[in-house]
């Protein structure tokens, strides 16, 4: 069990569909993150946010929009997607948003666009 | 920029001892971490080196050598359920974000 916790763990949508992501932890951490994993490659960062500010969006399409409307949830609102956005999205959080903080993941949510 | 090196896959023997090696080239250096990734589930944190030198904690340990840019985590007393992927990663230039390798699958057989 993960101290991080992500609904929904499996997503399928259409490419028209609006859906919503969500993440929560209750460790106290002010830094949490949004990653992109597609089969067999590593985490590839999407956002941080540090305490409850955007601080790094790593060039997202804007079809991606993250919400974090407190310390403890992240939200990844999903509008429009493309078969190429199908992937894990895993959330993680650290206590403090900096390089040599590790970091916990959620399980994360599998996401298929059809 | 980081480039970051790890094998892509290794197999070894339940109960034996394999070391997976790491490499990296980034303009500052902010520590190292290990992950262990099983298949669908989410990375979970192994260790952080940011001295030189071996930290062992139970079956597993990881070294770091800064002046020659290297890690590498051992994995002692195999078992089964060690198979899984490793991801070394490093923070990048700015120290903003972690940058991931490509991660290392490990087999382990009977």
């Known amino acids: 069990d993960t101290e991080v916790t992500q609904t929904p763990k499996h997503l399928v949508m259409g490419m028209t569909n609006k859906k919503s992501l969500k993440c929560e932890q209750h460790?106290?951490?002010?830094?949490m993150y949004w990653y992109k994993q597609k089969a067999k490659k590593p985490p590839e960062l999407m956002f941080v946010?540090?305490?409850?500010?955007?601080?790094i969006n790593e060039s997202v399409p804007s079809r991606f929009s993250p919400e974090c409307p407190n310390s403890s949830l992240l939200n990844l609102h999903l509008h429009a997607l493309q078969p190429e956005d199908s992937a894990l999205y895993l959330c993680?959080?650290?206590?403090?948003?900096?390089?040599?903080?590790?970091?916990?993941f959620g399980d994360g949510t599998r996401l298929s666009i059809l | 920029g980081q480039n970051i090196d790890q094998p892509t896959e290794m197999t070894a023997t339940e109960g034996a001892i394999v070391q997976i090696n790491c490499t990296y080239q980034?303009?500052?250096?902010?520590?190292l971490f290990w992950y262990q990734q099983h298949a669908g589930e989410a990375p979970t944190f192994l260790s952080y080196?940011?001295?030189?030198g071996l930290e062992e904690k139970g079956r597993f340990s990881s070294f770091l050598s800064r002046s020659k840019g290297y890690s590498y985590l051992l994995l002692k007393e195999l078992q089964m359920k060690d198979s899984a992927s490793y991801l070394c990663?490093?923070?990048?230039?700015?120290?903003?974000?972690?940058?991931f390798g490509t991660g290392t699958r490990l087999l382990v057989s009977p």
């Open positions: 946010y540090s305490y409850e500010k955007l601080s």
């Open positions: 980034t303009s500052g250096f902010n520590g």
């Open positions: 460790m106290g951490h002010r830094a």
């Open positions: 990663a490093v923070p990048n230039t700015g120290f903003q974000k972690l940058v």
């Open positions: 080196n940011v001295l030189d």
């Open positions: 993680a959080s650290s206590q403090e948003a900096g390089s040599y903080q590790p970091q916990h």
